[in-house]
């Protein structure tokens, strides 16, 4: 059974950057995806970066693109999410995640199984 419990979220001016952090307990796959989904207020949440332990190639949404990095530490089991440039329509709650199975970018909420508790970010 895998948990995930992320950290780093807070409230941070426009322009400044943040760090989101996800631990993970049990065992993922180097087949199961991990991402990073938000959700904006009034909106669903969505898919914005992800990755796969062994892929160089990783996914990120336009809106973010350029300005967030995934990476993940193997050894301490902890997935990150570095914000930069951060704008005001980055306010939303962050969440990581673990799929399913393997599954082609774009990322879908629905293909994915384990959830993080969620961190606020708050652009202003």
């Known amino acids: 059974h895998v948990q995930l419990v992320e950290s780093g979220g807070g409230s941070v001016q426009a322009g400044g950057s943040l760090r989101l952090s996800c631990a993970h307990s049990g065992y993922i796959s180097s087949r199961h995806c991990m991402g990073w989904f938000r959700r904006l207020p009034g909106k669903d949440r969505e898919g914005i970066a992800a990755m796969y332990r062994n892929n160089p190639k990783s996914y990120y949404d336009g809106s973010v693109r350029d300005r967030f990095t995934i990476s993940r530490d193997t050894d301490t089991r902890t997935m990150y999410l570095e914000m930069k440039d951060l704008k005001p329509d980055d306010t939303a709650v962050y969440y990581c995640?673990?799929?399913?199975?393997?599954?082609?970018?774009?990322?879908?909420?629905?293909?994915?199984?384990?959830w993080g508790q969620g961190t606020q970010v708050t652009v202003s």
């Open positions: 995640a673990t799929s399913r199975f393997w599954i082609d970018y774009p990322p879908r909420e629905a293909d994915f199984r384990y």
